[in-house]
Structures are given as structure tokens and as C-alpha cells.
């Protein structure tokens, strides 16, 4: 391959000729920040489905019942509003962290790249690092060989299948996935809906494909976030970058070679085999590089080795690199990102602490509009529904707004519902015809907790039409 042109940082794109990776395991600064921040992650996913709150699992999506709990707050289908805005802020989010700081997400803290090292780590593990592992490729099959893939194999279906109860947990939840036990023969068998062995199936056989074998061919192939990045780089983007004024002509210090005619790359490679999706980053910019910095690492550990400054390849910026100026870190980009994300977390966060977890909806009898009764008034038949989206129990009073001479016929004084339910009432409105002035009245059905703590109001429209 030719070498890049010191005057631009190239972007290749990817060999799916490629084989096997088996990546050395290097240590670093960035290497330490990234197991921290993978780790830290990796608890927080196990962990937080096993957190109470209320005396109910805090963060637990419970499909079956329609019923989103995280923490103190209870969401239903009707507050779609918020999961979609949680998802638009995470997005802008992600724009912003790229502009500024290029595939950070990648190599930092995607679930892709967290579990693909977790599993090559049990490679590692089991048969030794990068050379054993590339010579154990190569061998030909033996008892020990088939008995080590075999362990392999075995831990990563045993990391799958934890894995995929945890997802699963955040939906069923925990108290389902680890305590509902039956017995087959004697044998003791989770007790499972269907739904749960499915979802169970389908995380555990992604899980085991994505992290065992697909691993950069996801973030090369299929992720759409490494195709559209170079979209989001400008100039001033943090990327991982080898100095290639400073390192070539790059060779190895051998015995009367005169290191004054060669650049700072001794050319031991070591780069390329740390490098967890196998490129050499001095052949520049590539799709396939996560921004890891584990090359980074290795490489000021070789040049600490070899008395040369550290930094042969850094974070660096297109504009410093190549154009020799200081980066520009605060840019109107960064600015418009920040003031359009404050703005959308501003509006969540007043529309989530303005929301009143009490809902009312009224629905017309589709059957009659309007009808006469015994008493000679005219009545309009409603379904009220009334739901409680607080997490404790509370009786609900029914009332009206409208005009003198309607009043609301109801069956029930109140409406107890418990934490989260909903109810159907049926009520007319009757009104004696002398006191309606026009065909169409609009009348505001109200419904208060009877603590005075909620209220919410929705407005129908009572007819004197009939048919
Ligand atoms: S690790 Fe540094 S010195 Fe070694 S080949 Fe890579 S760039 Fe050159
Ligand atoms: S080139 Fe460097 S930063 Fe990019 S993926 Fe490879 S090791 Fe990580």
C-alpha cells in the first residue's frame, strides 16, 4: 500500500478481505480510562435492574401490563412523548460528544465494543495472548484444541445467557427472571412465559453472534454511526492521528543504518497488533478505527523504550496535524448543538415535573347522542376514563363545568383505583331543555384526587341533537 500524503489525513475504507483479529492487550492512560469507563457501564447495566424503589424494581419496563416505571415516576403508552424525546436528546448528544471529540462513544463505552473485549479477554484466558492465539488458529485440530474451543465456546454461550437475562430483567422483570421456578422431572426449570423464552432465544443468540463472531465486521458493515461519522468530523474534531511528518521514512534501527535519514516509526508494528479492529493507522483515517487510543498506548510505550517523545500517534486534530494551527475547540458548531440540547432538555424537563400523573379521557356514547328522559331533560351519555399514573393508591371525585341547570348523573360517589390502574365509568349529563341556549354546549368533565392533590380536566361537547 502506498503511503499516505503527508499534506491530508487519507480515509481508506475497509478489506473485507480481512481474517481473524486477535489484538495484543496493551496498557496505557487511555487504556485505564477505557476499561473504567467499560466497566463502570457494564456494572450499571447488571446492577440496575436489581435496584428498589418504592418497594418495586426502579427501572423496569413492563410491556405485558403497559405500565414504564423509572424510580418515582410511572409512564404509560400515552407518554410516548418522553421516551421519543429521551431518544432525540441521546442522538444530539451523540453529535456534539463526535464533533468535539470524534468516536468516542465507539471505542469508550458501546455495548459492541464492551462485550466484543470481554470475550476476547476469555480467548486470552484460555489459550494466551495475541501470538498463541494466531498460532492456535493455525494448528491443526487435536484433543486439547477441540477441548479449549469447547471451554471457549461454553463461556461465551454462559455470558450470552446472563446477558440476555439481564436485558430480558428491565422488561419482565428481576422477581420473574430469577425466582419463578418450576420442576420438569425433577429438574428445576425457569418458569417462564412464552414471550420471556423468546426474547431469552433472541438476546442470547445476538449477544453470542455480535461479541463471538460478528465483532468488527458490526461497527465496519453494519452500524450506521460509523458510516455518517466523517459527516459530523470538521477540522477541530479530536481524532486518533500518526504523525506522519515526524514518523517516516519509517524503518527499523538496524546496525549501520544512519537514524538521522529516518523518521521516529521504528516500524516494530506494534500498533497494528493492538489495534482491536486490526488496521494500521498509519495508512491514516479509516471507518474501521473505534478511536480506542489503544495504538496510542503502545506506541508511547515504544518510544519511551526507544528515548524518542511520546506522541508519534495522539489525539490530534486535522487542523493542527496537517495544517500545522492551533485547534479551534470552541466553534459556532459546538455552540448551536449546545443551545439546541439545552433548549430540548429544558422542554422535557418542564413538560416531565409539569405533568400531572392523572389522566382523563371522555368519549361520547357512539350509540345516541342525546336522549330525553323521565323528567323531560335532555342527556348525553359519556365514558369517562379515569387513570392513575401516581404509584400509590388514591379515590377519585368526579365533577362538571358547564352551564346552570346541568348536572352530571354518575353511579359512584368516587373512583378508588390503585397504583397505575385505569377505569370506564359510564355518565350522562342531563339538562332541562329551557336552559340550553345553542345545539352544541361545551361541558369541562373535572376529576380531583379526594386528598386535593390532582386534578386534571377534559372538555366534551353535550348536544340537544338526537339522531
Ligand atoms: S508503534 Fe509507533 S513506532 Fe511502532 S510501528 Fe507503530 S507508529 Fe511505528
Ligand atoms: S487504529 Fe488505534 S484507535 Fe483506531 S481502532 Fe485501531 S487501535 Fe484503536
Known amino acids: 500500500m502506498s503511503a499516505p500524503s503527508p499534506n491530508k489525513i487519507p480515509v481508506h475504507d475497509m478489506d473485507a478481505t480481512k481474517k481473524r483479529i486477535h489484538p495484543r492487550f496493551t496498557d496505557g492512560f487511555y487504556q485505564r480510562i477505557r476499561l473504567f469507563s467499560m466497566y463502570f457501564l457494564l456494572a450499571l447495566f447488571l446492577i440496575l435492574p436489581w435496584i428498589k424503589y ?136 425457569p418458569d417462564w412465559p412464552t414471550w420471556v423464552w423468546v426474547s431469552m432465544f433472541i438476546f442470547t443468540f445476538a449477544t453470542y453472534a455480535n461479541a463471538a463472531y460478528m465483532r468488527e465486521f458490526m461497527c465496519v458493515y453494519i452500524c450506521p454511526y460509523g458510516r455518517f461519522q466523517s459527516v459530523m468530523f470538521d477540522k477541530d474534531t479530536l481524532i486518533v492521528s500518526y504523525d506522519y511528518n515526524r514518523g517516516e521514512p519509517r524503518g527499523p534501527r538496524k546496525k549501520g543504518t544512519n537514524p538521522e535519514e529516518l523518521g521516529d516509526c521504528i516500524d516494530c508494528t506494534m500498533c497494528v497488533q493492538v489495534c482491536p479492529t486490526g488496521i494500521d493507522i498509519r495508512d491514516g483515517l479509516q471507518v474501521e478505527c473505534i478511536q480506542c487510543a489503544a495504538c496510542v498506548d503502545a506506541c508511547n510505550e515504544v518510544m519511551d523504550k526507544v528515548g524518542y517523545p511520546r506522541g508519534l500517534i495522539r489525539y490530534t486534530t486535522e487542523r493542527q496535524l496537517v495544517e500545522n494551527e492551533q485547534s479551534r475547540y470552541l466553534r459556532p458548531r459546538l455552540f448551536a448543538y449546545l443551545l439546541l440540547l439545552s433548549v430540548l432538555i429544558g422542554v422535557v424537563a418542564y413538560a416531565l415535573f409539569d405533568r400531572v400523573p392523572l389522566q382523563i379521557d371522555v368519549r361520547g356514547d357512539r350509540n345516541q347522542l342525546s336522549s330525553m328522559n323521565a323528567e323531560g331533560q335532555i342527556v348525553n351519555s359519556y365514558i369517562i376514563k379515569v387513570t392513575n399514573k401516581t404509584q400509590a393508591a388514591h379515590e377519585y371525585v368526579l365533577s362538571i363545568t358547564a352551564p346552570e341547570g346541568f348536572t352530571l348523573k354518575t353511579r359512584f360517589e368516587s373512583i378508588p383505583l390503585n397504583a397505575g390502574e385505569s377505569y370506564d365509568m359510564p355518565v350522562s349529563v342531563a339538562a332541562d331543555p329551557k336552559f340550553i341556549e345553542q345545539n352544541e354546549v361545551p361541558v369541562t368533565f373535572n376529576v380531583d384526587s379526594k386528598d386535593g392533590t390532582y386534578h386534571a380536566s377534559r372538555t366534551n361537547v353535550f348536544t340537544s341533537q338526537t339522531k
Not at 146 to 152: D, G, H, M, Q, S
Not at 155 to 172: E, G, K, N, Q
Request: aromatic share 22%; charged share 15%; with cysteine.
Open 54 to 189: 418504592d418497594g418495586r424494581q426502579a427501572i423496569w419496563f413492563d410491556v405485558p401490563s403497559q405500565h414504564y416505571y423509572i424510580f418515582g415516576m410511572t409512564l404509560f403508552p400515552q407518554d410516548f412523548f418522553f421516551v421519543a424525546a429521551g431518544f432525540i436528546i441521546a442522538a444530539f448528544m451523540l453529535f456534539m460528544v463526535t464533533v468535539y471529540a470524534g468516536r468516542v462513544w465507539c471505542g469508550y463505552a458501546c455495548p459492541q465494543t464492551i462485550w466484543t473485549h470481554l470475550f476476547q479477554h476469555v480467548e486470552k484466558w484460555v489459550i494466551g495472548d495475541r501470538n498463541k492465539r494466531i498460532k492456535f488458529d493455525k494448528e491443526p485440530n487435536s484433543a486439547s484444541k477441540i477441548a479449549k474451543k469447547l471451554l471457549i465456546y461454553f463461556i461465551w454461550f454462559v455470558m450470552s445467557v446472563f446477558t440476555a437475562t439481564t436485558f430480558v430483567s428491565y422488561v419482565a422483570g428481576t422477581s420473574l427472571m430469577y425466582s419463578s421456578w418450576q420442576s420438569i422431572a425433577g429438574i428445576p426449570f
